[in-house]
């Protein structure tokens, strides 16, 4: 999959894009994943060795760059944001793409008004089997990440093979929607978000009864029957979620059901070479230490919440989407929870400080530029 695309230079940049290239040139085989330092007077950076544009980010945005290229005049949408980063999904809405619906699925502009003039765009994360057979007939661009392919190929099979499938993911974010259309069409399926919810569900597995519909509103297929479709399950996952919480559900659902006597489908997880690599380089880069750390990357970004996670259990740690966050050395505006909110005094006084920084998988790297020269200019 090694393929270079052709992605606007803007979203490059002079200092993050040729750090990552000298890093790449380096160690090609990706096996140091210790950060790379840049000093400065008054604080010291450390990058993640891996973080931003992925892949299928790029092969988004080179294929929705492509379809404003090829169709000069035509109305352009996109199914919803291309990647989870409001300054990528502006900018195309600044070359005149527009969103058919929002992240949660609300209509923007009603298909009706599609016309087979138009040109549909359908985003890194795909999109459901439903709408696909909806826009039959209109001409689309297909973005969808092959990694996300590969997902929706493994609950193919399990599902062809008399397993029911389990899916690791948010039910409301759009790849794990995707992928659960699919699922549901091989054989029953079911979502769970979490390891608390993995019990729930496994109450259900141990037959210790409950109201699985209530309990898993609008997380099963059609016809699920609690009593007899847990008793040989498979797990998928949505691309991007925490690793070491997909390996604990899968192989907390493996030890239930094989002591019950039940069948599980003994595979690797479905998490994407980004999330992999991300992670592990996060997980490198808080062991060497600092005073805090800057995650950058659209608040409905998945992939970016989870390195943000990871990296708040060591160190104060601030999800940010842009450098405007960065209000003052004493003011910085970011994700928490739920909420974004502003935290007074984020910034030590103690010199040099130590700011670690990554960013989301749909985050360019030019963004996290600017997060640098900003925090950079505030120190000194
Ligand atoms: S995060 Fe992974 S699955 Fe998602 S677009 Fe990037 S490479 Fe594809």
Redesign the pocket.
């Known amino acids: 999959m090694a393929r270079a695309f052709t992605i606007p230079s803007f979203y490059r940049s002079p200092i993050v894009s040729s750090l990552k290239r000298s890093r790449a040139e380096e160690d090609p085989r990706k096996k140091d994943l210790s950060p790379t330092i840049i000093e400065h007077p008054g604080v010291r950076f450390k990058l993640a060795r891996h973080f931003g544009f992925?892949?299928?980010?790029e092969n988004?945005i080179e294929t929705a760059f492509r379809a404003l290229e090829e169709n000069p005049g035509k109305r352009i949408f996109l199914l919803s944001e291309m990647?989870h980063n409001p300054a990528v999904n502006r900018d195309l809405e600044e070359r005149g793409v527009r969103f058919l619906m929002t992240t949660d699925g609300t209509p923007i502009v009603p298909l009706s008004e599609i016309t087979n003039d138009d040109i549909v765009i359908i985003p890194?994360?795909g999109t459901t089997v439903s709408m696909l057979e909806k826009l039959e007939g209109i001409r689309t661009y297909d973005a969808t990440?092959?990694?996300?392919e590969k997902v929706w190929t493994r609950a193919r099979q399990l599902g062809t093979q008399g397993y029911t499938i389990i899916i690791h993911g948010k039910h409301y974010h759009e790849?794990t929607k995707a992928t659960f259309s699919r699922a549901a069409l091989a054989g029953p399926s079911v979502i769970v978000r979490d390891r608390s919810e993995a019990e729930r569900l496994a109450k259900y597995i141990k037959g210790e009864g409950g109201n699985f519909f209530e309990e898993f509103k609008g997380k099963y297929s059609k016809m699920f029957d609690p009593t007899k479709d847990l008793k040989k399950i498979g797990v998928v996952n949505q691309?991007?979620m925490l690793a070491h919480e997909t390996i604990e559900i899968a192989e907390y659902f493996k030890e239930l059901v094989s002591s019950l006597g039940y069948e599980f489908a003994d595979t690797r997880d479905t998490l994407?070479?980004?999330?992999e690599e991300n992670q592990s380089a996060v997980h490198e880069m808080v062991k060497q230490g600092g005073d805090l750390a800057i995650v950058v990357g659209g608040y409905n970004s998945s992939?970016t919440t989870h390195l943000a996670k990871i990296c708040s259990k060591y160190l104060p740690t601030y999800h940010i989407k842009d450098d405007s966050e960065i209000i003052s050395s004493s003011e910085i505006r970011h994700l928490k929870g739920q909420n974004v909110e502003v935290t007074l005094g984020w910034l030590p006084a103690n010199k040099p400080v130590e700011v670690l920084i990554s960013a989301g998988?749909s985050s360019p790297d030019s963004l996290v530029d600017s997060v640098i020269q900003r925090v950079a200019e505030i120190v000194t």
């Not at 990440?145 to 996300?148: I, L, Q, T």
């Open positions: 992925c892949f299928g980010v988004a990647i890194a994360f990440c092959p990694f996300v790849e691309t991007t994407c070479y980004a999330t992939n998988a």
